[in-house]
């Protein structure tokens, strides 16, 4: 089920009053009603696909209960449930890429080789609900939580609706006690959450899908587009990925809010960094630290000398990009960001923006924020190409176009697609101390804020219902 | 009960009201702008559709108008409807102007098989058909007219393009004779051409929604136009080029299983195509035509003579 779905809007309304009028009595009947509702949500795409998750569910929840329990075999039990994680995701997310490839590299040798490829449609949400799982057991292991006994609340973290398919990657420490912990209902996150949600639904249907039009139109042709026409279809790009992602995960976060749980932060306006490590401390927050908290600092981190920090960095930085998907397109687009984080490692200048924004007591930045901004989103921008091209060659193809003689000219079309970005970045900087409000809250007066709601809700029940939406991006992830 | 509780439960209600409040509102605003559309007269009429009997009707698209001699085929009237009129309002015509023993050929291209092209957009229908057609669609469709005609259609972002623009840009096309449309400098040239090169079209193939339904909705309409007025209806695939079965073949299919088709998918060639992924030039045309005659004559709905 999609959020910007009309079945969603009526799915939502039905599991919020039975969660807060029938089922309130008892916790465990309303996680029982979440678990039902999220099963009901992802089954809705296909319910062959809930086997798979319910079958994920049961094995890290055992292998929670085992570690635990076990004093010798801990580790081994560990490796255990990482192989049947990452097994689960490499037959249905990677089997068919590695195939192909062995495939291709034996020929280049000489020899024929005929490996079975597997037709299976990629599940919905795979990668980020075995994220969710491996944290729950690596946590355990850490002994930074207690495993959870009632397979109901694990499966509730495992599977909550609002985050099941797209994020954001939650971690059992900081949701499972939500989970336990009786709820009240609370007016005031309630209306937070819905704010969110019309912000999130504004930033998708409104300007992602529009600018989805245009991206989709310079990159399907960039053999016919100008080099300025190219560069906008890359800015366009970024922007259409940040409001269709951060968008998903505002309105994540708001549907959480109506059922008194908080979801973690993924966005921090992330075209405001000054350099790529910003960017990262930015961008899909719960994924980047995730690996952070999971891969780099188990492997060692920045402690084991440089050698080995650069190769950890390495290591985060492409497997962040194989998380998105089995093409050599994503691993390119995290070595880009590699290539451009280590120079900041090196130089010590990776943590310079730690915990406050740019122009954080000024209306405006510096002249050398402004500097830093542009020069990072430029970066980010000709890395969404290789994100966004089908193959590397495509991505090239399109980079050799865009650095033309013509790049510096005025885009003979597409142009509109600024108009959808501006008003975002206004918006944007105004709220940038805090990434949870949007910018109506700053006004004043009660009666203007609704009205604003009311019309931003106008314009985005008439576009969601009159034209074809477009999937969100990351549930292909 | 105790106080905790009590006032949770208080500030849940307080919420649902104001949720309520403000969903009210924002259905009003559509309903008011919907209110002002209503009464502000149309400039379009629903076009004038030829009455009479025992006649060959072509109905589609532009594809019909640059695609079919009338002349090649003798006794036959082209009617080309373009997509603000959707696949319901062709066949509403379709029904007004059938005369007892009329052949007629639905040639639609594959986009009007897209179940969003039943019934266009509000601002497009709205001039297109009358108070009475809504009637009829909820009729004909009473659960296709709630779920897509009044959140697909009431609720929609073209109400206010069709209030600001006074409905121009929603103007139909109806032509009954060769194409006048311009295409640059001399597009008769061009058309009349055919060793020209074909300019591919940006957009020159059209993936289509495909839903069952939707097939069933047109072959029940059509099964009761022609009991009810004693004609018979055939479709007929498009004159599309390249790569519209790859692209489309659930939809073929479906036509195939819930139509009586005069021809078989037949993948155009470049080089009889004109401007468009679906419009014709001369030569194609010339030789669409012939098809189409032939059939008809194989078929006794043409004297060998004629």
Redesign the interface.
């Known amino acids: 089920m999609l959020f910007d779905s009309l079945d969603f809007f009526i799915f939502l309304p039905i599991v919020f009053l039975l969660y807060w009028f029938v089922f309130d009595k008892k916790l465990i009947w309303q996680n029982a009603l979440i678990l039902l509702a999220s099963y009901v949500f992802y089954g809705w795409w296909d319910w062959r696909f809930l086997l798979l998750l319910i079958l994920s569910t049961l094995i890290d929840f055992s292998f929670g209960l085992w570690i635990e329990s076990s004093i010798r075999w801990r580790k081994a039990l560990l490796w255990f449930s990482i192989v049947n994680n990452l097994g689960i995701l490499a037959v249905f997310k990677y089997y068919n890429f590695f195939a192909a490839n062995f495939e291709s590299a034996m020929s280049s040798m000489g020899w024929q080789v005929h490996p079975y490829f597997l037709h299976i449609i990629l599940p919905v949400g795979i990668s980020f609900y075995t994220f969710h799982g491996m944290s729950y057991v690596f946590d355990i292991y850490r002994k930074v939580i207690k495993p959870e006994r009632n397979f109901i609340n694990y499966a509730v973290f495992v599977s909550f609706f609002p985050l099941l398919v797209a994020g954001p990657i939650e971690r059992a420490h900081h949701l499972l006690p939500q989970v336990i912990r009786p709820r009240r209902f609370d007016y005031r996150q309630a209306v937070d959450g819905l704010k969110l949600m019309l912000w999130g639904l504004f930033k998708k249907v409104i300007i992602a899908d529009a600018l989805a039009i245009f991206v989709k139109d310079i990159f399907g042709n960039y053999n016919q587009q100008s080099g300025s026409v190219l560069a906008l279809g890359a800015v366009y790009f970024a922007f259409q990925i940040y409001c269709d992602f951060s968008g998903y995960s505002d309105i994540a976060i708001g549907t959480a809010k109506l059922f008194g749980m908080e979801l973690l932060t993924n966005f921090k306006f992330p075209y405001f960094s000054r350099d790529i490590a910003e960017f990262w401390r930015r961008w899909h927050i719960s994924l980047s630290s995730w690996f952070r908290d999971y891969v780099y600092i188990p492997l060692g981190g920045s402690k084991g000398g440089k050698w080995q920090s650069l190769r950890n960095i390495w290591i985060i930085f492409l497997l962040s990009g194989f998380w998105h998907g089995a093409n050599w397109t994503f691993m390119a687009w995290g070595a880009i960001h590699a290539s451009m984080y280590i120079p900041l490692f090196l130089l010590g200048q990776n943590r310079k923006h730690v915990g406050e924004v740019v122009a954080e007591y000024r209306a405006l930045p510096t002249a050398r924020e402004l500097w830093g901004m542009l020069t990072t989103f430029a970066v980010v921008c000709l890395a969404w190409v290789f994100f966004r091209a089908p193959t590397i060659g495509a991505a090239i193809g399109y980079l050799s176009r865009m650095f033309s003689r013509d790049l510096f000219s005025i885009p003979s079309s597409c142009r509109l697609g600024i108009l959808y970005i501006i008003p975002l970045l206004v918006v944007d900087w105004i709220c940038r101390r805090d990434e949870r409000k949007t910018i109506f809250e700053k006004l004043p007066f009660t009666m203007l804020r609704f009205a604003i709601y009311v019309i931003l809700a106008f314009v985005i029940i008439n576009k969601l219902f009159s034209t074809h939406g477009q999937q969100f991006i990351y549930f292909q992830f | 009960m105790d106080s905790?509780?009590s006032t949770?439960?208080s500030?849940?209600y307080?919420?649902i009201r104001?949720?309520a409040i403000?969903?009210a509102?924002?259905i009003g605003?559509?309903l008011l702008l919907l209110i002002l559309v209503f009464i502000k007269p149309d400039k379009l009429q629903p076009p004038v559709m030829p009455n009479g009997a025992n006649r060959i009707l072509i109905l589609g698209a532009s594809n019909v108008v640059y695609g079919i001699d009338t002349l090649l085929i003798p006794g036959s009237i082209v009617i080309s409807l373009n997509e603000p009129y959707g696949v319901y309002g062709s066949l509403l015509s379709l029904r007004n102007m059938a005369g007892a023993g009329d052949v007629i050929i639905c040639d639609y291209p594959y986009s009007w098989m897209d179940p969003?092209k039943f019934v266009p957009?509000t601002a497009q229908f709205y001039h297109t058909v009358t108070a009475e057609h809504y009637w009829q669609l909820c009729r004909d469709y009473p659960v296709f007219a709630l779920?897509n005609f009044l959140?697909?259609?009431i609720?929609?972002?073209?109400?206010?393009a069709y209030l600001i623009k006074d409905g121009e840009s929603f103007m139909p096309d109806t032509r009954h004779s060769a194409p006048k449309r311009t295409d640059g400098k001399d597009p008769r040239e061009h058309y009349n051409k055919c060793s020209a090169p074909y300019v591919k079209a940006?957009h020159f193939i059209y993936e289509a929604?495909y839903d069952e339904a939707h097939f069933l909705r047109i072959r029940t309409f059509i099964e009761a136009v022609e009991r009810e007025k004693g004609v018979k209806i055939f479709f007929k695939y498009p004159e599309l080029n390249r790569g519209n079965y790859e692209i489309n073949p659930k939809i073929i299919e479906a036509m195939r299983r819930n139509f009586k088709m005069i021809n078989s998918f037949e993948d155009w060639p470049n080089d009889l195509m004109f401007d468009q992924w679906y419009h014709l030039n001369a030569c194609g045309r010339e030789r669409n035509s012939k098809n189409i005659t032939q059939w008809l004559r194989k078929n006794g709905f043409l004297k060998e003579q004629d």
Request: net charge positive; proline share 0%; aromatic share 6%.
């Open positions: 905790n509780l949770s439960s500030d849940l307080r919420w104001r949720v403000f969903l509102l924002t605003v559509n969003q957009s779920k959140l697909t259609n609720l929609n972002e073209e109400l206010l940006k929604g």
